[in-house]
C-alpha cells in the first residue's frame, strides 16, 4: 500500500508553492513608501515549502 502512495503521489502532495509580498524595509527596519503615492513599498515573490516526513518508515533489522 506504502509504494502505491508513492507511486500515484502528486508533487502538490509533498509542496506547497505561491506567491508572497511583504513591506520593503528601511535600514532602521521602517517601511518605505513610495514619494508619487505615500503608500508604502511593496515586494512580491514566489516561494515553495515542502511537506515532508523526516522519520523513516522502514526498518533495517
Known amino acids: 500500500m506504502e509504494y502505491m502512495k ?3 503521489a ?3 502532495d509533498y509542496v506547497e508553492f505561491g506567491q508572497k ?3 520593503v524595509l528601511g535600514l532602521e527596519g521602517d517601511p518605505a513608501f513610495d514619494p ?3 503608500e508604502t513599498k511593496k515586494y512580491k515573490y514566489q516561494h515553495w515549502t515542502g ?3 523526516l522519520e523513516p518508515t522502514w526498518s533495517a533489522t
Open 6 to 8: 508513492i507511486a500515484f
Open 10 to 12: 502528486d508533487i502538490t
Open 21 to 23: 509580498e511583504e513591506d
Open 36 to 38: 508619487d503615492t505615500g
Open 51 to 53: 511537506h515532508f516526513n
